[in-house]
């Protein structure tokens, strides 16, 4: 099934649709969010992608991201996406957005316009095996002596947005 993402200008404003890899394969400015889940001690839920992914397989990244669909609000979209990847809902709020641009290999580069959204849940997730190899909790300090330790555990777009929450939290 073609997936399409929504092509957006620096301020957000819808400039059209294209299909998710054509975007990424030409680096165009799309539509994406990143949901971070919180436990009441303040860890962040971790996933690990999927060994199967296209992109980035094995390597860990925020709780789930994806592209908002057309005409979708992006808090509905983080919901979503939460459920279909870890297998749970929770209330979102958001909290800033910002572009970014990060290679991700294969001739696929990231170029997104990144709303960026947290949640609070203190359960087991229910994981999609399709999406998700495994989970965790880390402190958000933990993350970032990691990050710093061993970069290519991570994805490249998480290391450029945790940064941002990371400064957002302190």
Known sequence: MEEFVVLVNEKDEPQGLMEKIEAHEKAL???AFSV???N???EIMLQQRALSKYHSPGLWTNTCCSHQRDGEANLEAGKRRLMEE???QTPLKELFSFVYKADMGNGLTEHEFDHVMQGIFNEEPSLNPNEVASWKWMSPEA???DIEKNPELYTPWFKIIFEKYYMYLS
Request: proline content about 0%; charged content about 25%.
């Open 29 to 31: 400015l799309h539509r």
């Open 40 to 42: 009441d001690k303040g």
């Open 143 to 145: 993350i970032k002596l």
């Open 86 to 88: 870890m297998g749970f």
């Open 36 to 38: 971070f889940v919180n």
